[in-house]
């Protein structure tokens, strides 16, 4: 069936980087836009940006320029969402959505930075 | 990029009609801003209800519908159930590649 599934739950400390990934199935990867969404605990959703799946262009909204990076690789179907620099602030749960309706969203993965 | 308001709660009777809006810092909501609107439930992934301003998906129940009202966005429950109670966001098409949701409305059926 159509569906995007995501990586595990990460941990990690303030200056560190995450790779989320976002693994697709049932459709043609290459043919949709992946935006990627993040909500942070008690907040609303506050979209990152996408990536072209067939090109690879990409867009990210500006509050994340610089410190977040979108690529895929479309041999194994799969998305991924590198950010780096991470603060308290990022500890969020992270979602990919497939465009044209987002009709399709990935589960979620909980990434939580502490010390 | 745009700011888009959303009424942060609001509350419908069993039965009841309500209707959500959204708003542009940037000026009327058109089509042009292809309108989304998610409900999202506690501890679960958003789901879409509507895109493009009125189109539904196949699992989106009758009794919601989109619209543009008054220059903004529209999101109307007709006939609420106490599980239509969740959180609301909606999310246009700012301009530039770039989109934004809106802050989200607390909907209780009560």
């Known amino acids: 069936q159509v569906q995007l599934v995501q990586s595990g739950a990460e941990v990690k400390k303030p200056g560190a980087s995450v790779r989320v990934s976002c693994k697709a199935s049932?459709?043609?990867?290459?043919?949709?836009?992946l935006h990627w969404v993040r909500q942070a605990p008690g907040q609303g959703l506050d979209w990152m940006g996408w990536?072209?799946?067939?090109?690879?262009?990409?867009k990210y909204t500006q509050k994340f320029e610089g410190r977040v990076t979108m690529t895929r690789d479309t041999s194994i179907n799969t998305a991924y969402m590198d950010l780096s620099r991470l603060t308290s602030d990022d500890t969020a749960v992270y979602y990919c959505?497939?465009?044209?309706?987002?009709?399709?969203w990935g589960q979620g993965t909980l990434v939580t930075v502490s010390a | 990029q745009a700011v888009v308001t959303q009424e942060p709660s609001l509350t419908v009777s069993p039965g009841g009609t309500v209707t959500l809006t959204c708003g542009s810092s940037?000026?009327?909501?058109?089509?042009?801003?292809?309108p989304y609107w998610f409900q999202q439930k506690p501890g679960q992934a958003p789901r879409t209800l509507i895109y493009?301003?009125?189109n539904k998906h196949s699992w989106t129940p009758a009794r919601f519908s989109g619209s543009l009202l008054g220059g903004k966005a529209a999101l109307t429950l007709s006939g609420a159930l106490p599980e239509d109670e969740a959180e609301y966001y909606c999310?246009?098409?700012?301009?530039?590649?770039?989109?934004?949701f809106g802050g989200g409305t607390k909907l209780t059926v009560l």
């Open positions: 959505a497939r465009d044209r309706g987002w009709a399709v």
């Open positions: 049932g459709f043609t990867f290459s043919g949709y836009y």
């Open positions: 990536i072209n799946l067939d090109s690879g262009d990409t």
């Open positions: 940037t000026g009327a909501v058109t089509s042009g801003h292809y």
């Open positions: 493009d301003t009125s």
């Open positions: 999310f246009l098409y700012s301009g530039g590649a770039l989109w934004v």
